[in-house]
């Protein structure tokens, strides 16, 4: 029978040095009008791991394009998983049940306390679970929506799964899951990403598909420094900060990054380069990852006030609607690199930031989604 496929897009990454993009950011205007939110990266990586535990064919829809998910098709591929898709957002994949246990005897469930409610390792414990004989207790589980995503995803493969978003999570492993139909969740950091691009530029646009309950913490800070936040239908959000004088600007806040439902420190980066631009003094103390700071020095061109001292930073606000100036600097990972882009769109003049790929690895379409926001950006690539 003719596939209604395509032939596969997926190529391995490239093994010739291809110099990096740029991207040029004509900075200091407001932005308006409406973003659409991908499939949700962190998501999408493990899902597609977890249909090498299934039998059968998966077919998994609003998939994000992006470097990383490209490259997680790459290592299936390479594990013996046909992957094929129409549009990028819509795979399917034959993982042809390719998970096995080498010792002759398979796994079997056990009883399990994290020492840190790692998102990475309870992923990894649910999806060895749902393959092992017999019941398995995960203590001290992560919690973030993503466990949610992919403990559904395993449902609908056939497993018995119970507690995701509880720091308790019970499987009932079963020796065979099949592959299923399933559509990854919107991305929340991109959701979040684009809720403070609208307060750095002072602008009002709206943001479709938002889950409030995934981002209190951001909208509860937004909120308190006086962004105006409507929901305009069950998942479309509108957010303004448009002041009308100088007194009425953006007030700055503290954050400290935690496990879900805290500050997710996925955020913290561009949070940071929003408070360089909000009136008063702002804590900023990252708890997660242990180096997550290295968009300080970055965000120090662009005039951003900010004294760091280890994995907390002072950020001392200006209180201007456009404080920053354009500047030459470099994205050195995925989540540092955007807080460099949102401060390009909100200084006066000319941005040039190189490394772009670490950003799209996490950002599907950016500046097409940006340009669609009115912003003046371009992609160079030498
Ligand atoms: C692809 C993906 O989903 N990435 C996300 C995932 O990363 P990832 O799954 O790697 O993050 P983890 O939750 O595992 O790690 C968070 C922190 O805990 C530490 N740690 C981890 C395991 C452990 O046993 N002991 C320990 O101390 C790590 O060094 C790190 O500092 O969750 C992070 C925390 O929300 C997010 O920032 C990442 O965007
Ligand atoms: C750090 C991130 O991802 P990864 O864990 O894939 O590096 C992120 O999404 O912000």
Redesign the pocket.
Known sequence: MASKFNPPQFLPPPTTLIADPELIVNGGSPLSGHVTISGS??SALPILAATLCCSGSSNLKNVPCLS?TKTMVSILQSLGAQVMSDQFSVMALDGKGQARVSNGKGLTGVSFRLEYPSVGGTETLMMAACMAEGKTVISNAAQEPEIIDLAAFLTNCGAVVEGAGTDTLLISGRRKLYGSEYSIMPDR?EAGTYMLAAPITRSCISILPVSHSNLTCLVNKLSSAGCKLLQLSDDTLELSAVPRTIEDDLRGFSIKTNPFPGFPT?LQPLTMALLSTCKGISVVEEFVFENRMSHVAELQKFGAKIQRCGSTAMVYGKGNASPFRGSQVIATD??GGMSLVLAGLAAEGITEISEISHVD??YESLEMKLQGLGANVIRMTS
């Open positions: 990266k962190n990383d950091i996925d995925l989540r690895r996490g």
